[in-house]
DNA sequence: CATTTCACCTGGTGGC
DNA sequence: TGCCACCAGGTGAAAT
């Protein structure tokens, strides 16, 4: 379901829910998946600890936590550890009150201080939830770059030499953080670039298109709070808007909306592919 | 190493 | 209404 917009949306409604709040008791389900690291440790390891901040890295969800023991937290305060959270296709991250009756595939409730509850409910498993002690081991980061950040020629070296399809390029997580299918898909299509294009002889000129392509439409969906494609919600439940402004993405077709040619799908990478013919070469 | 294919899951949709 | 085939925004292991 969600890629760096919709991760991003649900991490800063997060974070201004659940910031300074306390973790009084973790509750994991027993079912095999989607723990990355064993229930009962992410439990223990999460009790009593604050949450100093929480923010997205490419498609994972970071709570940086405090220390289990002062009751008072300072500004500035080093993370002792990290709860990290990756919502695969059908993941949602959720506060609610206590009280509120929990649905089907809940997979994690933690209790907090101020009554709250934060939730993980994900009916297909695909998220995984890994839990970190920073003074045991290395603190979490993408693999990737961040398409926000990275200049023109990070940006082109990444792509240098590939041999494969420019979408299955874009959709490499190792290469850039973040980007999906949906955001691969719309970004080539407003830089004019026909997905199958082999990575590696895009020339520097189309690169540049796709990298300020990209930043453009993952900016551009933030603002609108993502894209609600199936039943992507944000941390208070409310779905994001767009998936209105989707050029190709779902339209197969259907009219192009530059130039009313039919919207082709394909195949690539095992993904369900979309691009207008006419605009993209 | 780079690349491709497939399994992992449940639920929604559309055809009959 | 019911049954069934097919599709889905992601990833990582296994095969090539």
């Known amino acids: 379901m969600p890629e760096l917009p919709e991760v991003e ?5 997060v974070d201004a829910r659940v910031r300074g709040d306390r973790v009084v008791e973790a509750w994991f389900s027993g079912e095999r998946e989607p723990f990355k690291t064993p229930p009962v440790r992410q439990a223990q390891g999460l009790a009593g600890r604050a949450f100093l901040s929480v923010y997205r890295a490419g498609k994972h969800i970071v709570c940086a936590m405090g220390p289990a ?45 101020s009554g709250r509850e934060l939730r993980f409910v994900d009916p297909r498993r695909f998220g995984r939830l890994e839990f970190r002690e920073l003074q045991r081991g290395p603190a979490f980061g993408a693999p990737g770059a ?25 959709l490499n997580q190792k290469l850039l953080a973040g980007v999906g299918n949906i955001y691969a898909d719309e970004s080539l299509f407003r830089a ?20 300020q392509a990209l930043k453009k439409v993952l900016r551009h969906a933030i603002r609108l709070g993502g894209s609600s494609v199936n039943d992507y919600v944000d941390a208070e439940g409310e779905r994001g808007f ?20 039919p919207i082709r799908r394909i195949v ?9 013919p006419a605009c993209q070469h």
């Open 9 to 13: 949306t649900i991490a800063r409604g």
């Open 69 to 113: 023991a002062d009751e008072r937290l300072r500004d500035g305060e080093q993370a002792e550890a990290q709860w990290i959270v990756h919502l695969g296709m059908t993941g949602r991250l959720l506060v609610t009150t206590a009280a509120a009756p929990a649905e089907k595939h809940t997979h994690a409730r933690l209790t907090l201080k």
């Open 146 to 170: 961040e398409p926000l950040e990275i200049g023109a020629a990070a940006f082109a070296a990444l792509f240098r030499g590939r041999r494969t399809s420019i979408k299955a390029a874009l």
């Open 192 to 211: 004019g670039i026909r997905p199958r294009r082999i990575a590696g002889r895009l020339s520097r000129a189309e690169l540049e298109q796709l990298r």
């Open 242 to 261: 767009f998936q209105l402004q989707h050029f190709v993405y779902q339209r197969a077709g259907e009219p192009c909306r530059r130039c009313a040619t």
């Open 268 to 276: 690539i990478a095992g993904r369900g592919t979309h691009y207008c």
